[in-house]
Structures are given as structure tokens and as C-alpha cells.
């Protein structure tokens, strides 16, 4: 265990690890609900990415801070659900905005984005990463002591390109040419002016509304290994990972490795899965590294065709209905990590104007250009196929934005991902079962307490925008837009600035600029 620090909590003191995110070190603590919802409801984490914002809270007097994005420290002071005044709003801000200036812009501090900025850096272009978590390296490579090994090479890569960083700071308005960025814990506005720029935001999980999706202790899947290694002790602990895809294999071999006991449930039939057969054959890098997964879940009960009915639990998840092909099984759990699957966190580059297909992935060309003239966007917002894609999409955006052409070979590679990308879609089709668990009066829109019932008659965004607020709360319809009920409006979801909701900041500190050690 490593040093601690004394934190203070609605002014309750709490001791806590040094290192952990604030959000794995208030569950650590027993406080599973970081916030109550419109109705009065407690809410906790969902996302752990910074996506969903129910785990704000102000901290250090600074309000709508995301708790999952920050470390604790000695001293810190956090308020739960607390209103802030206008007039006192108004009276603290901290207007003032610092301009930089660069060639190359890249947004998200991924695989991706890492190896865009390398490539572009290493080619001459002054580059800066504007990325919003705590550590470069993305969800995948997110660590709290050491990078893991393959992230090394990367970050050290850029330390000797130059590569300069805005770690901590979140894009929430822009054009191309120019990016207005925020600081995640305190609101401190920067303005970057760059020739080009490279969109790298990644993922984020598709959730799906269901009987007590709400309550404090259930997490997406992905949320459950971001807060493991932002901290969170498991051990001992009984530990659901249901939904659908490949990102569950990995949740649970770690929660099986942190200790905790694990269940694994997989909505997707054995059959349908069977397809993934022939392209992980094909692809040796893949096939090893998957066998390898298999076997560390040796000892996890792992089911098919199976899926939660319902979370219960009074003020946190304490039991789940599980639907497998013997029945229904309930089971008691400390806690259920479920998500289906990943989808393009490409937000940031339609606000920006690039044209988007059908899936909500970015339309690029074979060089990862947009439709808008310098505006290049590489990894899972244009398309999910895992990390190997993602860092050579990278290598292709970066080469590019520095002048240069890509070579042939490795526009072969991304083409083969792209072929993986779309097996693992087909092998993990959502059943109508899973698509239609949200009764009337499951709540859709998590911001505003819209439930599903409410919608019905609505036919349209702009409707469910203007009469129950649907996408308007902190998440801007991250976490709703991919529901069942969303995905039956007709017309477009707007993108409108701010792209992101950033703290009230309240601090006068100046930002910096800092390089990438």
C-alpha cells in the first residue's frame, strides 16, 4: 500500500491511498453515490472516461468536476450535489484565456493520438496532445505508478520528438485552425491555433437502459477496469461483468486478478461468436494474445446467451436478475459492471464539421482525412477495431498532417483491421430481448430524469429536446443517444458548443503548457 493522504468529504475526513482517482477513492470509502439525479435519486459512476458526468462533484470549491478524472490530495475538499449560486458564479470566474500556437494539433492522448503525434513530431511539426485524463495512454494504457510496457515506448517517443502536452484539459468549442480547451479540475481556458489538427477521442461504451441501471454500484464494463486502476480494491469482492463484446473478457481477468470473485455473461450465443473463428486465425497477433485470455479465465463461470433483467438494492446495487438459458438467476453482487459494446466518440470532430455514416463513425479517406480540409481523424472514432488499428490509423494521420505519404504497406495493415473491426461486430448482435428490457418507467436520459414512458408519442430530437430536455443535461446525450428509444427519433442531434461541460473555474491559476515527461 502506498503513502496516504487525508481528504475531507462533506467535511467527514477520509484517509485514502495516495495515487487513486478521487471516484475509486470515495467508493473505497463507502460512498458509492457521488450525486443525487433531479428526482432525488442517488446516482454514482457510470463511464469512469468522463463521458457521463454523474460523478461530479466540486472539489476545492470549484463545481462540475468529474470525479473519475482527477487524483486525490492531501487536503482536498469535496462537496457532494452542491448548488452554486449565479451571482457568486459570476463574481469568481476566471475569464482570462492563454493563446498557443503549434502545426499540429492532436486531440486524445490514445494509441492513436500518440502515435499521430510521434509520427507528425518526428517529421519536424511542433505538436501538442490536448487530452483530458490524468496520464497520457488512453483507457487501455491508463496506470497509476508505471506506464505499461507497451506505452513505454510511445511516451518516451514523444519526450524525444518534443511532443508538448496539455494533460488535464478537455477541447469544449473550436473551428478548424483553432481549438478553445478547458482544464478538467478547474476550468482554466486555453486557446490552441494549429495549421492542422487530428481528431484521436477513441470510444466510449454503448449502455442500455434497464430495470435499476441507475443505482450507485453499477458501472459500465470498462468503468470497472478504469476504476481498478485508478485504484479501487476488489478483493473479496462479488462482481457481475455482463453486456456484450471483447472489452468483457479483459474487465474480467483483471477483476479475476485484483481478486475480486467473478461471474461472466455474455448476451451474444456461443454460435454467434463462432464466427470470429477463421479472422483471429488469420491474424496470429491476435489469436495468441486471445488465447492467452481464454485461459487466465479459467477459473471464471462464464455464461452465453445471458443477460441482466434488473439491478436492485437500496441506495446501491445488492442483487441482479440474471436471464440464462436455464432461467431466470438471481444473484447477490457488490457490484455489476455491464456494458454492450463500444461506439466512435466522434463528438468532438462533428462539432468540428466532418461528416459522420450511419454508425456515428467519422468518414475518412484511406490517408484518415475528413471531410473538412485539415482535419484528419485516426483509432475507434472512425470505426472500432482495437489498439494494433488505432496506432497504425495514427501513423497514417501523423505522416500525413507532416506533408508526407503513408506507405503502401501500411495502408495494407489498416485495411486488414478494418476487416477485424467489422468480424467483431458481427459476431456480438444485440438481441431484441437486451434492446427491449427498458419499461416505461426506466429512465432513458440519466441527466434530467427523463424515463422511457415519457417519450412515447415523441417522434423527434428536436421534440424530445424541447419538451423533456432529452440530451440537454452535463453528458449532452452521450450515454442516452445510443438507447433504443433514442434510436428511434427521426432527425439529427445537433452538435453545438460547448462540445463539453467543463468545471465553473474558480481558481486564477495560470495554465502551462507542459512537455511530455
Not at 239 to 260: F, T
Request: proline letters at 5%.
Amino acid at each position: 500500500m502506498g503513502d496516504r493522504v487525508r481528504i475531507q468529504v462533506d467535511g467527514a475526513t477520509i484517509m485514502v491511498e495516495s495515487g487513486m482517482t478521487l471516484a475509486a477513492a470515495m467508493m473505497m470509502s463507502g460512498l458509492a453515490a457521488m450525486r443525487r439525479s433531479p428526482g432525488g435519486d442517488p446516482r454514482g459512476v457510470l463511464c469512469a472516461m468522463g463521458s457521463c458526468h454523474e460523478c461530479r462533484a466540486t472539489v476545492d470549491g470549484v463545481r462540475g468536476v468529474k470525479t473519475c478524472m482527477i487524483e486525490v490530495k492531501e487536503g482536498q475538499k469535496i462537496e457532494r450535489d452542491q448548488p452554486l449560486g449565479l451571482a457568486s458564479l459570476e463574481a469568481k470566474i476566471d475569464r482570462s484565456i492563454r493563446t498557443v500556437e503549434f502545426d499540429l494539433a492532436v486531440i486524445g492522448a490514445g494509441p492513436a493520438g500518440l502515435a499521430a503525434a510521434c509520427a507528425a513530431a518526428e517529421l519536424g511539426r511542433s505538436v501538442v496532445i490536448i487530452d483530458e485524463s490524468i496520464r497520457p495512454g488512453g483507457r487501455i494504457w491508463s496506470y497509476r505508478h508505471e506506464p505499461p510496457l507497451a506505452a513505454r515506448s510511445w511516451l518516451e517517443r514523444a519526450r524525444q520528438a518534443g511532443v508538448q502536452r496539455l494533460q488535464g484539459y478537455t477541447v469544449y468549442r473550436g473551428q478548424p485552425g483553432e481549438l478553445e480547451v478547458a482544464g478538467v479540475t478547474d476550468g482554466n481556458r486555453v486557446r490552441v491555433i494549429c495549421h492542422k489538427i487530428i481528431v484521436a477521442t477513441g470510444a466510449r461504451e454503448r449502455f442500455l437502459p434497464f430495470p435499476g441501471w441507475t443505482l450507485p454500484g453499477v458501472v459500465g464494463a470498462g468503468a470497472l477496469q478504469s476504476l481498478i486502476k485508478g485504484g479501487l480494491d476488489v478483493r473479496d469482492r462479488t462482481l457481475l461483468v455482463a453486456g456484450s463484446g471483447p472489452l468483457l473478457l479483459a474487465v474480467a481477468r483483471l477483476a479475476n486478478e485484483s481478486g475480486a470473485r467473478v461471474t461472466l455473461a455474455e448476451q451474444a450465443s456461443f454460435a454467434d461468436r463462432s464466427g470470429l473463428a477463421i479472422p483471429l486465425l488469420l491474424s496470429p497477433s491476435r489469436w495468441r494474445p486471445a488465447l492467452n485470455l481464454w485461459n487466465a479465465l479459467a477459473d471464471v463461470e462464464k455464461s452465453s446467451s445471458s443477460w441482466v433483467k434488473e439491478a436492485r438494492g437500496d441506495g446501491r446495487v445488492e442483487e441482479v436478475v440474471l436471464r440464462t438459458p436455464a432461467g431466470d438467476r438471481v444473484m447477490a453482487v457488490d457490484g455489476l459492471a455491464v456494458g454492450y459494446g463500444l461506439i466512435p466518440e466522434s463528438r468532438v470532430a462533428a462539432g468540428l464539421g466532418c461528416d459522420l455514416d450511419e454508425s456515428g463513425a467519422v468518414r475518412v479517406d484511406a490517408h484518415q482525412q475528413s471531410s473538412i480540409p485539415g482535419i484528419l481523424c485516426a483509432g475507434e472514432l472512425t470505426g472500432v477495431a482495437g489498439n494494433e488499428a488505432a496506432i497504425d490509423e495514427g501513423l497514417i494521420a501523423g505522416i500525413v498532417a507532416a506533408g508526407r505519404n503513408p506507405q503502401s504497406r501500411l495502408l495494407a495493415r489498416v485495411r486488414r483491421h478494418r476487416f477485424w473491426g467489422q468480424a467483431l461486430e458481427s459476431a456480438h448482435p444485440l438481441r431484441d430481448e437486451v434492446l427491449q428490457l427498458a419499461t416505461e418507467d426506466v429512465i432513458a436520459c440519466r441527466c434530467e430524469d427523463v424515463a422511457t414512458g415519457d417519450l412515447s408519442g415523441v417522434t423527434s430530437f428536436r421534440e424530445a429536446r424541447l419538451i423533456h430536455r432529452l440530451g440537454m443535461g452535463p453528458c449532452q446525450g452521450r450515454v442516452c443517444e445510443s438507447s433504443p428509444i433514442c434510436q428511434r427519433l427521426t432527425g439529427s442531434d445537433t452538435i453545438r458548443p460547448p462540445w463539453m461541460v467543463v468545471p465553473s473555474g474558480l481558481s486564477t491559476r495560470v495554465s502551462q503548457v507542459r512537455d511530455s515527461e
